[in-house]
């Protein structure tokens, strides 16, 4: 599938537009329901073939991060096509250890690749880096595959990460 195939087919059944409201309270006149690229084969194959070239070398990383639990339909086929071990991070509540957290097996030091569905402030791939700092892991890069052009990516950069994703939502707008 090449690359405007790709954004038609996520465009076709993902892309949605109305009144909504994000996660983060903000009033949106589009959505792009993760769950429906997610769900289809035909399209999800896709997405993880053009993740993966955006990976950074193989040998620069250890594993895949991902938050639960959309990022979680995108990680596990990742990982296989790349042969590389993923862990999955939960939210963690007050009272609990990091390790509650922690769907997978992470060693102090890792250097790991962040995989996100939809970015739109950064909050969650931010919320999961501070939960891991004490196991003081090099985050390689992190990876979204929709960047709804709010700022995250620019956060995420400010705060010295290398980010990017594989579309944007002007991608989605202008493919026909």
């Keep these: 599938m090449n690359r405007n195939e790709l954004l038609k087919a996520v465009k076709d059944c993902a892309y949605i537009e109305g009144d909504f409201v994000t996660r983060a309270g903000k009033k949106t006149k589009y959505y792009v329901d993760k769950f429906q690229f997610e769900t289809r084969p035909e399209v999800l194959e896709g997405v993880i073939e053009h993740l993966a070239q955006l990976l950074p070398p193989s040998e620069s ?22 042969d590389k071990p993923y862990v999955i991070i939960r939210k963690k509540e007050d009272n609990q250890p990091l390790e509650a957290a922690i769907a997978g097996v992470l060693s102090e030091g890792e250097s790991v690749v962040v995989i996100e569905d939809v970015l739109t402030t ?18 390689v890069s992190i990876i979204s595959i929709i960047d709804r052009e709010e700022g995250a990516l620019e ?20 493919v026909s």
Aim: hydrophobic residues 50%; contains cysteine.
């Design 155 to 174: 956060k995420l950069r400010e705060l010295g990460y290398k980010a990017e994703s594989l579309i944007t939502t002007g991608d989605l707008k202008s």
């Design 61 to 82: 990383f250890t594993k895949l991060i991902c938050p639960a639990l959309g990022a979680v339909a995108l990680a596990a086929p990742l990982a296989i096509a790349i």
């Design 122 to 139: 950064g909050s969650t791939v931010i919320d999961v880096c501070e939960l891991l700092e004490p196991l003081k892991l090099n985050v």
